[in-house]
């Protein structure tokens, strides 16, 4: 469904009452009764999770799964599996000079994309009261999983070339995501791009920042919103973060949320950062409605706050925990 989400985001600042945005998905295999396992083979089945998350909690919008390993999986990195828990990346496949030059952009659609593209395609049709965004990785993130986080860090002090030309073909390939997820009926995207809050500002600006911007100016629109997630140390990295001129950034629980609401300029909605893990995770009803009022307390007086998740809530999580997030997230609205 065709959405204006240039108003979207203006009715988000001037609404005195803000719907919540917790990046809520994986959690929804409770309550369609399958696995994690399954859930990331089978676009229907996301789908079938994103309308049962959405029949259940009144979110600003619908999310699909944030799983960081399906585009390095795509470029044929080995990916571990479980039951019950979200795919994560094995191993590097970038090990020098040579294999960057010979890493081949997969096609759009290849392994698991195909996948995500079909749960979006099918929830655009069935979710049509709030925009759906798609999730993606962002450039560096990518770059770091098919090279190896350890050794890109090193990479880009000592060899800036191997990463740069892994960082071309990443983003020529996100882009080609991108644009795949809007013909299937997404309103936008969530990069999620966390490895980039291991870098200094100036690092950032070099082999981060660039390929993002590419990205954003290649897929947004007034009908199509780029969101920005970085769950690192962000506070450091707010003014490289600005300058990618990005209309909503979600921010993680790294950093009291209220040190980045006084960087950062109030036409840019700032989503964040209830814990997934001490909370969502490892909490309880009460801890939960107690962090939700103390951040409430610290960043309800900025008009761009809109209270979320850190990052993405990990698939165990009780779903009391769920509940009583919404139901504190209500009391405040």
């Known amino acids: 469904m065709k959405r204006d989400m240039e108003q979207w985001v203006e009715n988000m600042l001037r609404a005195e009452n803000k719907k919540t945005m917790p990046i809520l998905s994986f959690p929804g295999t409770q309550f369609i009764g399958v696995t994690v ?27 699909s799964l944030m799983d960081l390993s399906v585009e390095a999986e795509a470029f044929g990195s080995p990916v571990k599996y479980a039951e019950n828990e979200v795919p994560t990346v094995l191993a590097s496949i970038i090990k020098d000079a040579q294999d960057a030059e010979i890493l081949q952009i997969p096609a759009v659609g290849c392994g698991r994309t195909g996948e995500y593209l079909k749960a979006i395609e099918y929830a655009s049709h069935t979710i049509t009261d709030r925009p759906i965004f798609a999730g993606v990785i962002g450039p560096f993130s990518l770059a770091g999983r098919l090279i190896d986080m350890t050794e890109i860090m090193m990479q880009c002090y000592d060899e800036p070339e191997i990463v740069k030309i892994v960082l071309d073909k990443a983003t020529e ?69 600005v300058s990618l001129g990005v209309r909503v950034l979600h921010l993680g629980n790294a950093v009291q949320l209220q040190d980045a609401l006084e960087k950062i300029p109030e036409h840019i909605v700032v989503m964040g950062n209830i814990s997934p893990a001490e909370q969502f995770r490892q909490g309880s009803p009460e801890s ?39 139901r504190a997230v209500e009391a405040h609205r």
């Open 37 to 63: 396992d399954a859930m990331v083979r089978d676009g229907a089945l996301q789908a079938k999770c994103m309308e049962a998350i959405a029949d259940r909690y009144d979110t600003a919008a619908s999310l």
């Open 173 to 241: 390939f996100i882009i080609k995501y991108i644009e795949a997820f809007k013909e299937k009926g997404a309103n936008g995207i969530v990069m999620a791009e966390p490895a980039a809050g291991l870098l200094s500002p100036s690092l950032m600006a070099e082999f981060s920042n660039p390929y993002v911007r590419k990205i954003r100016d290649a897929v947004e629109t007034k009908n199509f919103l780029f969101i920005y997630h970085n769950c690192g140390n962000t506070i450091p990295l707010i003014e490289e973060i």
């Open 288 to 326: 939960m409605t107690k962090a939700v009022d103390a951040l409430f307390a610290s960043c309800g007086r900025y008009k761009n706050f809109v209270i979320s998740s850190g990052c993405d809530i990990p698939p165990a999580s009780p779903i009391g925990n769920i509940d009583a997030y919404f």
